[in-house]
């Protein structure tokens, strides 16, 4: 069964700063895996999608890294803002299109 | 915009009660999947449509049920509501093969 665990639970950093989030999955057998952010009571917007055969995705100030065979990933954001203040949930993506979900990183980015 | 639709945005609903929920799926999208993601969790999978037949299942009671048609649009249905199935639901529309989905902005269900 698949296990999807995110540290931190939360983050409080000042804004400027670059932050690693964590993400660590026990079963390596997936297709991809997939950053999102989700702000308090809404959905989830997607991030990064990183296939399986790739070890890296970046977007603007985002990157994710994806090592399948250790079972891990990580989403590093540079130089955070006060924008960036979110719940941070990283999925894995097995077959089928069934996503597991970590319980996601709280950001919070002072000004 | 993920073209994902989901309706209604908010749901209040007295234990004991019956509700469904709708989603529209993504243009060119044969598939549908529904997530419960109860506050301070991360979404957990309820069970999947694939061509109007269900394609896999959670950890989650008969009660809940759902249906997909053939415009690949679905509903999930929650019977007999309990007060612990207060969470934000989510669909999420993908193309079978293609590992990606597309989440709506959810249904958020109180059960009071």
């Known amino acids: 069964k698949q296990e999807v665990t995110q540290i931190p639970a939360a983050l409080s950093v000042p804004e400027g700063e670059n932050l690693v989030l964590n993400c660590s999955f026990t079963d390596s057998a997936i297709y991809n895996l997939q950053w999102f952010r989700q702000d308090p009571g809404k959905g989830l917007t997607s991030l990064l999608l990183?296939?399986?055969?790739?070890r890296e995705q970046t977007s603007g100030r985002l990157n994710a890294s994806l090592d399948k065979s250790s079972g891990r990933s990580t989403l590093y954001i540079a130089a955070s803002q006060p924008g960036d203040s979110a719940t941070y949930l990283c999925?894995?993506?097995?077959?089928?299109?069934?996503?597991?979900f970590g319980s996601g990183t709280k950001l919070n980015v002072k000004p | 915009e993920t073209g994902v639709t989901q309706s209604p945005t908010h749901l209040i609903k007295t234990r004991g009660q019956q509700v469904t929920l709708r989603c529209s799926s993504q243009?060119?999208?044969?598939?549908v999947s529904w997530y419960q993601q109860a506050l301070g969790q991360g979404p957990q999978f309820i069970f999947q449509?694939?061509?109007?037949?269900?394609?896999g299942r959670g950890n989650f009671p008969p009660r809940f049920s759902g249906l997909q048609f053939p415009n690949y649009s679905s509903e999930l249905n929650v019977n007999a509501l309990e007060l612990d199935d207060s969470a934000l639901y989510l669909c999420a529309s993908s193309f079978m093969g293609r590992a990606e989905a597309f989440f709506g902005q959810g249904t958020r269900l109180t059960v009071v």
């Open positions: 243009s060119g999208h044969n598939t």
């Open positions: 990183i296939q399986s055969s790739q």
């Open positions: 999925a894995v993506i097995h077959n089928f299109n069934k996503f597991y």
């Open positions: 449509y694939y061509r109007e037949e269900e394609n």
